[in-house]
């Protein structure tokens, strides 16, 4: 959990998705993740359905397709 002097991060609890049981993701902000493993271990459903997703919710102007 982030504390004052934790750096800023994008944090998704108890991810459940597809084949992605329980798990705890905290990003920090400004700095580069590469999610690399074996195929069908759950990368997309973890980018995609996890942190895309609730990257969207905060920060839904960053994340604008250009549709204005």
């Known amino acids: ?3 004052a002097t934790s750096p800023p ?3 998704v ?3 459940c998705e ?3 049981r329980t798990v705890d993701i905290e990003l920090l902000h400004q700095f580069l993740v ?3 493993d074996l195929d069908g271990s759950g ?3 973890l980018i995609l359905d996890a942190i895309y997703a609730e990257a ?3 920060f839904p102007a ?3 397709q250009g549709s204005g």
Request: glycine share 0%; with cysteine; charged share 15%.
């Open 18 to 20: 597809h084949n992605l």
């Open 43 to 45: 990368k997309t459903s």
């Open 62 to 64: 960053a994340l604008d």
């Open 9 to 11: 991060a994008l944090v």
């Open 56 to 58: 969207h919710c905060r």
């Open 1 to 3: 959990m982030p504390n």
């Open 13 to 15: 609890r108890v991810v």
């Open 34 to 36: 590469s999610v690399s």
